[in-house]
């Protein structure tokens, strides 16, 4: 049917198109690890926050207290900034919420 000549062309060519599907397979699996390097960390980190968030929660509040003893005691700007922060924030959303109606079309 084919020439013997011919046949041992095409399985030259056969043996040449193997070789350059195994070295682009492995190319594609190197590739595909160093992709996924950074989502085995991230996977790593959410398990490790899973298991370390009801304590997170339980710590949460003494640490901010330390925290701000430790940074804001020599400030002495945290009490009155908790005291009067939402008395403050509320009259200049206030202002702003008057202002755009003052500034609205006027209805005739």
Known sequence: MYPQRE?????????????????RRSQCAEAAVRVSRPLEW???????????????AVAAVP?????????????KILGP???????LFNA???LGALAKTRSGPAES
């Open 7 to 23: 046949l041992i062309r095409l399985a030259a060519h056969k043996a040449v198109l193997r070789r350059d599907i195994a070295r």
């Open 42 to 56: 991230l996977d790593r980190l959410v398990a490790f926050w899973r298991k370390l968030s009801p304590l997170a």
């Open 63 to 75: 640490l901010g207290l330390f925290v701000s003893r430790t940074f804001f005691s020599r400030l």
């Open 81 to 87: 900034l908790l005291r009067w922060g939402p008395l």
């Open 92 to 94: 200049v959303r206030g």
